[in-house]
Nanobody
Framework: QVQLVESGGGLVQPGGSLRLSCAAS????????MGWYRQAPGKQRELVAG???????AYADSVKGRFTISRDNAKNTVYLQMNSLKPEDTAIYYC????????????????WGQGTQVTVSS
């Protein structure tokens, strides 16, 4: 079983950047597919980005070219670099882990972090 703790959220102006971190414990994230999902008020939770155990990546169309997901297996941590942030990126961002080697991220895994708030506003 894996425990996930997100950090790095906050308030940022439009056009700004943030880097979210997801620190895992209890298992080795290199054996998992890891994803970032977000949920805005009144909306369903949606995939933002995912990375497989082989480091293949997937992104929502709305963040392609602006967000980058990466993993540091030595630190057991997954990151989400978010650039050119827009007000519509405002949401709670959740880290997710799926104990499979490959995923298309259409269905999230069983493990979730507590979430970190990202607010993009001037």
């Amino acid at each position: 079983q894996v425990q996930l703790v997100e950090s790095g959220g906050g308030l940022v102006q439009p056009g700004g950047s943030l880097r979210l971190s997801c620190a895992a414990s209890g298992s080795i994230v290199s054996d998992y597919c890891m994803g970032w999902y977000r949920q805005a008020p009144g909306k369903q939770r949606e995939l933002v980005a995912g990375i497989t155990s082989g480091s293949s990546t997937a992104y929502a169309d709305s963040v392609k070219g602006r967000f980058t997901i990466s993993r540091d297996n030595a630190k057991n941590t997954v990151y989400l670099q978010m650039n050119s942030l827009k007000p519509e990126d405002t949401a709670i961002y959740y880290c997710n882990a799926d104990q499979v080697l490959y995923s298309t991220f259409t269905v999230p895994g069983d493990y979730w972090g507590q979430g970190t708030q990202v607010t993009v506003s001037s």
